[in-house]
Nanobody, 126 residues
């Protein structure tokens, strides 16, 4: 599976962006998908995850209520709608894919994901 993220850019605080991640391959619907991010000088952190069917979702506390993850299996695409953006949301955002969605703790572990996209830069100005 190859993942290509897009939709990043520069936005003012309080604004919105929608990230997309297009996946290659015919097995997209069998993978759980997620988003991680990494800001300069900081460790990579979990943002959101969604199960293969879309029925289960998990969010990091810092984005809960502002970000929404969704997927369209017919289009092999996962989305991250980001609203009320803050300067601290500035980071490179990575799309990930992996087998299974065991529980919330499982979804926040980078090792739960096999495939990683190249990332898209999101910059939020104050």
């Amino acid at each position: 599976v190859q993942l290509q993220a897009s939709g990043g850019g520069l936005v003012q605080a309080g604004g919105s962006l929608r990230l997309s991640c297009a996946a290659s391959g015919r097995t997209f619907s069998s993978y759980s998908m997620g988003w991680f991010r990494q800001a300069p000088g900081k460790e990579r952190e979990f943002v959101a995850a969604i199960s293969d069917s879309g029925g289960k979702k998990n969010y990091a506390d810092v984005v809960m209520g502002r970000f929404t993850i969704s997927r369209d299996n017919a289009k092999n695409t996962v989305y991250l709608q980001m609203n009320s953006l803050k300067p601290e949301d500035t980071a490179v955002y990575y799309c990930v894919a992996g087998p299974g969605y065991q529980n919330a703790y499982y979804t926040i572990q980078p090792g739960s994901y096999i495939y990683w996209g190249r990332g898209t830069q999101v910059t939020v100005s104050s």
